[in-house]
């Protein structure tokens, strides 16, 4: 195959689309099974081109994808990679290393280490953790409750859990606002949902520390035992802050693990001005901060730091006789979770870094927060809209409350108000529900979103919420 022309298109095609990713509908107007129906039952007896191959890439795949690179995707947490990253990523494929052993790429494992250094002390997080890459946010998260659960001391990793009268309930405390990947972590290591404590959050939607101090000593005289605290930077419906500072006093004076999930706000603590939200992680025994949402690295790539790497070691490796080396004192990545293969993904976050440069990464992320702020000024300013939480970062909930419109109606006014820009094919936009009541969710999180941008979708909203006729 004639490597180089195959690349000429495809980074021609790369090229244009980045120029002008909006010359798609930002949400995929495929409806369920067109995909399937367009593609043969089985793969072909002989090989086929690179060209037939990348023209049905454009006939058949792109129309059914939703364009995360559109300057109006507004739904989720809105991301974007620098484009630079898409070269790191084709040279880690070339290179297919698998980075499980240090041995096995030495490159991979020690530029793991130091950009996730570099990372760690430009977001002002203690010298003290040791980062490790994960695919997601969701991954770091369960390991560090299984790390978590480990530093009890229980021998749960030998003997089990089951059919034990000497292991007490082991307890989770988190908020409803919590990603649900923690609940999951709790079921998948035998902690079980009814041990999942949701402390109660005040009117900012932040953790109670109040309530959580009164949880875990309640559950201390019932005989049980507190296995983790999970407290976010950034929760994923209103990018809430819970007050990390007092938490790990809390948490540090009954001895419980504390996880810090900082998965989409962290990035921003790379801005001297907000440094704050990781303030108190110093007390930390793990903080997850994701680049793949908010540093433009393409998913996927979730950084969790940890403050004592050796207990991930003691919940995790088994080595196997043909995986034994005798490297001495190196980082064998595959000792520290489940997976065994691991992607060389540091080399992306590297290009990002070096390319972008902390003026670059720091611009970009004052860019989205600065629009945020606009767009929740022009919705506030607006007679019968109103904002449905506080908005310090780049995300917005809000919705439209015409008078005599309440409860299930307002909701599907809303809804309806969602339906109608998405069905545009312009923008974009997710919801989420507060205190019961459908929120509409603007974020802000991609590089080409300008001002122009967000002023059209605040037109699209004004004008399909006014009554038709
Ligand atoms: N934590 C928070 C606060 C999130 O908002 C999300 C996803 O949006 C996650 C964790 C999960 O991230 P990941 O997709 O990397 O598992």
């Known amino acids: 195959m004639d490597l180089l022309a195959a690349f000429e298109r495809a980074s021609r095609w790369i090229d244009a689309y980045y120029r002008e990713p909006e010359r798609y509908p930002v949400l995929s107007r495929s409806r369920p099974g067109d995909i399937v129906r367009a593609l043969p039952e089985r793969p072909p007896e002989e090989g086929q081109s690179f060209d037939a191959i990348f023209d049905d890439f454009e006939g058949i795949v792109l129309p059914g994808i939703t364009h995360w690179n559109h300057p109006r995707f507004f739904a989720y947490f809105a991301i974007s990679a620098a484009p630079i990253a898409v070269v790191a990523e084709a040279l880690a494929a070339t290179l297919d290393v698998n980075a499980m052993l240090w041995r096995t790429s030495p490159a991979a494992t020690e530029l793991e280490d130091v950009v996730l250094a570099w990372l760690r002390d ?73 041990n999942v404590v949701r402390v109660p959050v005040d009117e900012r939607f932040a953790m109670r520390s109040d309530a959580l101090e009164r949880a875990l000593r309640e559950d201390e005289s019932r005989g049980y035992r507190p296995m983790c605290v999970a407290a976010t930077v ?104 489940l997976q065994l293969g691991r992607r060389f993904r540091a080399l992306k976050l590297w290009f990002v870094m070096r390319h972008l440069g902390v003026s670059g990464m720091r611009e970009r992320l004052r860019g989205h927060i600065a629009l945020a702020q606009s767009f929740a000024g022009w919705v506030g300013a607006e007679p019968d ?19 005599a419109t309440e409860g299930a109606a307002l909701d599907a006014h809303n809804a309806a108000i969602v339906e109608r820009v998405n069905a545009g094919g312009e923008a974009y936009l997710s919801t989420t529900r507060l205190y019961g009541r459908l929120a509409i969710r603007v974020a802000i999180g991609n590089e080409r979103t300008k001002e122009a941008d967000v002023a059209a979708l605040w037109e699209m909203l004004r004008s399909v919420s006014r009554p038709a006729g």
């Open 122 to 194: 430009l977001l002002g997080l203690d010298a003290g953790l040791h980062g490790i890459i994960y695919d997601t946010a969701s991954i770091g998260g369960f390991t560090a409750l299984a790390a978590a659960r480990e530093s009890l001391g229980l021998g749960i990793r030998e003997r089990g859990m089951a059919a034990r009268g000497d292991v007490p309930r082991l307890r989770v405390y988190l908020t409803e606002h919590t990603h649900s990947h923690v609940e999951k972590a709790a079921i998948a290591l035998g902690v079980g949902r009814e």
């Open 234 to 337: 950034g929760t994923t419906s209103t990018t809430s802050i819970d007050p990390v500072p007092e938490i790990a006093r809390i948490a540090g004076a009954h001895r419980v693990w504390l996880h810090v999930d900082a998965a989409y706000a962290g990035p921003a603590a790379i801005l001297p001005e907000f440094r704050y939200l990781l303030a108190g992680c110093e007390r930390a025994d793990s903080v997850v901060v994701n680049p793949h949402k908010w540093l433009f690295v393409p998913i996927d790539l979730s950084a969790l730091y940890v403050r004592d790497p050796e207990i991930l070691r003691r919940a995790f490796s088994l080595v196997a006789e043909y995986l034994e080396t005798s490297d001495g004192d190196v980082h064998n990545y595959m000792d520290y979770g």
């Open 385 to 403: 809209w109103e904002i449905l939480a506080p908005h310090p970062l780049s995300v917005v909930c809000f919705r439209h409350a015409p008078p």
